[in-house]
DNA sequence: GCATATTTGTCCGTATGTATA
DNA sequence: CTATACATACGGACAAATATG
């Protein structure tokens, strides 16, 4: 929401004064280029639970956060408006807000909506010349990752993204903006469950390989075929996802 | 964002006090039922854009406008933030919220969307046994709607929403939330093409008809042709309305 | 080009209702 | 019942962008 001279000292009502942090949070707000301190406060507090700091049920106070990011009440809330509204937390009414957990039930309405829309995606490539390079790097970076994570404390993570990354890919061959913002909401969403679901590194690894096999066969021209494997991945993968978040609890 | 007993009195800080409207915007604040301010301030915008009552491109100053419905500024602003993350304003940095104008690839990238997602709807309806009596009731709705705007000026609206519902009805044949709520945005965003494009009662009484062609192609189990001829509507309905469109400027 | 007025953008503190412990 | 913390709404202050003369 600004473009001119980026945000230069922008201090409206004062008060201010710089003092130590309180929690070793304020030194994350040290680095600038946000529009807004709203949304860099939403940009912070994202990345803590996408890195799994706050777990999902995790209540965010309001006065610790504001006192130690040091912004106001109003400034985190708006914060909050933003991160609720791309589901990464939730208002309960008299409670606050609580980093998101899914149930069960948006597991199922998350991959019901995959199914619908993915396969369709493959479906409609029928007839068009289409740039795989995006999906073919995914499934490389995919494959390197798997790799690179055999190790025992490795950085699985990268598979993670490596993976959503494929299906991003995919749907963008679409061509159409909104789908891709649809596909960018529903993965952050799961992303949400993959860090409850304790064996996510053995997840990714599974059906990476099942990407290679989806990627050949639209090369190949088999869309039929290449649609209804994306369909029995997306049944394999909720049913195995489920199943490790429901006894994860 | 409001569950409990509803909005019984809460006017935070006084400075109320019922005076008379100065537009006659407030008379429509009168009426109980929201969840908060900001909520309903939203809702009558939004109404007012979707009858036209303030078209494309038109600026919504908030000076006026919060005198006018005597809410603070900041409830405003809420409410624009609502209205537009729903595509129904924009923001113009420095210049205020605007009323939002579709470009033709706003309407291109919409029924792009389109394409990929309802057909394969009606394709993932195989094997599965659901409840049409809304789809029907929405074509038999398009169809009472489209014989009582015969008339010179009548209420043609009724058939544009009667066609919405339709596609609507049969989006939740999916059974996910999230479909819902993405095809709710995708159809109001076209709603602000509609009326700008002169001859929408004629758009949407040509496609009534094959509302219920679709219907009963369902119904007889015919879904790959169902979904086909859904594909070939969408196109049409994409090309007569950019023609239009364009035409309108 | 430049100075000024207007409007928006951002942030703040506070007041009051309300839900929970 | 009381205390605490959150939800909502308001008005004010100042910076920044735009429009205007």
Chains 1, 2 share one sequence.
Request: aromatic content about 6%.
């Amino acid at each position: 929401m600004h473009s001119g001279t980026d945000n230069s000292t922008g201090n409206g009502a004062g008060s201010g004064g710089a003092g130590s942090d309180i929690e070793g949070w304020a030194e994350e707000l040290a680095r600038a280029g946000w529009s807004s301190k709203a949304e860099h406060v939403a940009a912070i507090l994202r990345r803590r639970i996408a890195e799994g700091k706050h777990r999902p049920d995790r209540r965010l106070p309001e006065d610790t956060i504001s006192k130690g990011l040091k912004v106001s009440r109003n400034t985190l809330r708006e914060a909050f408006r933003l991160l609720a509204h791309e589901g990464a937390v939730e208002h309960r009414h008299g409670q606050g807000v609580f980093v998101r957990r899914l149930t069960v039930a948006d597991v199922v309405d998350l991959y019901r909506l995959r199914r619908v829309v993915q396969p369709a995606v493959i479906r409609d490539l029928k007839g068009r010349t289409v740039d795989l390079g995006q999906v073919r790097a995914a499934v490389e970076a995919s494959e390197a990752a798997g790799l690179a994570a055999a190790g025992p404390e490795s950085d699985w993570s990268a598979l993670g993204t490596a993976n959503i990354r494929f299906h991003l890919a995919l749907t963008e061959l679409a061509d159409s903006r909104r789908l891709d913002d649809l596909m960018n909401r529903v993965l952050a969403e799961l992303r949400l469950v993959f860090y409850v679901a304790t064996d996510v590194r053995e997840f990714h690894m599974t059906y990476s390989t099942r990407n290679r096999r989806i990627l050949e066969l639209i090369e190949a021209g088999a869309l039929a075929k290449a649609a209804n494997e994306m369909t029995a991945y997306l049944r394999d993968a909720e049913r195995d996802l489920v199943q490790r978040y429901s006894t994860a609890l």
